[in-house]
């Protein structure tokens, strides 16, 4: 006799009201979190089709982009602090994506390449390598910026919120 399974319960939905009738505070945290699940999804695809995560992509193609770049390079290219820098290149040239020979001039810096392991992940990731918010801040214009980092930074003020966090990539978070 053949077993029957039962559909799983559903948890009731709260309604929610629409946008024009929510509270301000409403509308904006569902704006909050409609980006933060653009941001999720696109490292998602990212690591689904290319393997590694989008912190990973974004470093391997700043390298790719230009070749012999230090770490402190790669740093200021992706505005996050060079520790991190350093730690995102440690495990891309464990994974092969990356190969770190000594600079001629200064035996203490590191020139780095990308393999052709790591131009074979770039190929394959879904672009913006960057990451979908970074791009899309790139595409407002200076007027919406200025507005949106001042509007922000109150947000940040109220929120007490650890300056620190600003140099960590949103793919590691």
Not at 48 to 54: C, D, E, Q, S, T
Not at 59 to 79: E, F, Q
């Amino acid at each position: 006799m053949p077993t029957l399974t039962r559909a799983p319960k559903r948890r009731p939905v709260a309604p929610t009201l629409p946008d024009a009738q929510a509270e301000p505070a409403t509308r904006v945290l569902r704006k909050f979190r409609s980006v933060f699940n653009a941001v999720k999804t696109h490292f998602q695809q990212v690591e689904k089709r290319a393997g590694i995560g989008g912190a990973q992509l974004w470093a391997l193609s700043v390298v790719h982009a230009r070749p012999d770049i230090g770490v402190g390079g790669l740093a200021s290219a992706m505005d996050i602090h060079q520790t991190t820098a350093s730690n995102l290149v440690k495990a891309m040239v464990t994974a092969g994506l990356l190969v770190a020979n000594r600079d001629t001039a200064d035996r203490r810096a590191l020139c780095l390449r990308a393999t052709p392991s790591g131009l074979r992940v770039l190929k394959k990731a879904p672009g913006p390598a960057s990451g979908v918010l970074p791009e899309a801040l790139a595409a407002l214009d200076a007027a919406t910026l200025a507005r949106l980092d001042a509007d922000l930074g109150t947000l940040l003020a109220v929120l007490k919120a650890d300056e620190r966090a600003a140099g960590i990539p949103l793919a590691q978070m």
